[in-house]
């Protein structure tokens, strides 16, 4: 089990959002682009869900 992890604060937002998402890479992703969609009011789309895997990183420790 390899996890991975996203940070809103990695990208400049208006809301100056500080979510910080962590666990297995697909766990990551379904929850970034649904807190994307919900929050940020970006379009869930194949093109989103790639930038957010190519995006990720390494967890911080004990996260």
């Given at each position: 089990m390899t996890r991975k992890a996203t940070d809103c604060r990695d990208t400049p937002s208006v809301s100056n959002c500080s979510l910080y998402i962590s666990g297995e890479e697909e766990e990551v992703i379904r929850a970034a682009?649904?807190?994307?969609?919900?929050v940020h009011e970006h379009q869930d789309s194949p093109a989103m869900r790639e930038q957010i895997r190519a995006s990720l990183k390494e967890p911080v420790a004990g996260s």
């Amino acid at each position: 089990m390899t996890r991975k992890a996203t940070d809103c604060r990695d990208t400049p937002s208006v809301s100056n959002c500080s979510l910080y998402i962590s666990g297995e890479e697909e766990e990551v992703i379904r929850a970034a682009a649904e807190h994307m969609v919900s929050v940020h009011e970006h379009q869930d789309s194949p093109a989103m869900r790639e930038q957010i895997r190519a995006s990720l990183k390494e967890p911080v420790a004990g996260s």
